[in-house]
């Protein structure tokens, strides 16, 4: 029997624990973080920070990987940074709660925003100040680098019940089940604001709905942007490998400097 359909949790459902609980193990790829860590070493980075750094598996693995770097996980969510500062026990990473005003001026080497932290930034003014506060925080040459969905690529057509479902072990016991619905696009069609809702039933059969809203940018958005607010871009890639930027690339991964 299907569990009793729960009202939304939050439009923020980063601030839930139950989901927080959840989160590393749908989100279990290694591809994003080999390939931001590999960066980390190709720029000689000394000071990084992880911004929109959730649980913290990300900036935990860079201090590991590369001693003696200062390493700043910046996340608005306190359950996110509870989860990441239990992950780190010594207190080797530095841990903020807050957004991109949080990094202090001229103070570090190399910004990432990886999850596709940048299409959580659906207001335009809100994506440029948080740019501009990248540009102000980094020292001179330093790097910003993120990704976001390529809009060419579509992914939202593909999130559905049917394609997304997955089952998983749950950290405390037992098993829960996890799936993403489109419920509303908006704007423009080929690079649209898309809105959807996360579904997880718990071992217990609680049933959680989160919904979120991500902004898909058209590259020449996504550039324009950036040279708004001083930063020049360096490389673009398609895809985890490293291979070019294509029309219907999965991703477009980007590198800039101040």
């Known amino acids: 029997m299907q569990p009793a359909y729960a009202r939304p949790v939050s439009d923020k459902w980063t601030e839930d624990a ?5 989160y590393d193990v749908e989100c279990a790829g290694r ?3 080999d390939f931001y860590l590999e960066r980390i070493r190709s720029l000689g980075s000394r000071a990084v920070v992880d911004l929109g750094c959730g649980t913290g598996v990300f900036a935990t693995a860079a201090h590991t990987l590369y001693a003696g770097i200062d390493v700043v996980g910046v996340d608005p969510s306190p359950a996110m940074i509870d989860a990441a500062r239990a992950r780190d026990p010594f207190g080797k990473v530095t841990w903020l709660i807050g ?3 949080a990094i202090p001026s001229d103070s570090v080497d190399l910004i990432v925003m990886m999850g596709h932290v940048a299409q959580y930034f659906v207001d335009d003014a809100e994506w440029i100040r948080t740019l501009a506060d990248c540009h102000r925080a980094l020292r001179p040459g330093g790097h910003l680098t993120f990704e976001v969905r390529n809009p060419g690529a579509r992914e939202w057509e593909c999130w559905t019940r049917s394609a997304t479902f997955e089952r998983f072990p749950h950290p405390d016991g037992g098993w829960f089940e996890s799936w993403t619905e489109v419920v509303d696009v908006a704007g423009d069609p080929e690079a649209p604001t898309e809105t959807h809702e996360g579904h997880t039933v718990l071992p217990s059969g609680e049933h959680l709905v989160a919904r979120e809203t991500l ?6 958005e ?17 895809n985890w490998d490293g291979s070019p ?6 991703e477009c991964i980007v590198l800039a400097h101040r």
């Open 18 to 22: 139950r989901l927080v609980a959840t």
């Open 31 to 33: 591809h994003d973080h």
């Open 99 to 101: 957004d991109s005003t």
């Open 215 to 220: 902004r898909f940018r058209r590259l020449g």
């Open 222 to 238: 996504i550039t324009s942007a950036l040279d708004a607010t001083g930063f020049v871009v360096e490389s673009l890639v398609g």
């Open 245 to 250: 930027l294509l029309p219907t690339s999965p």
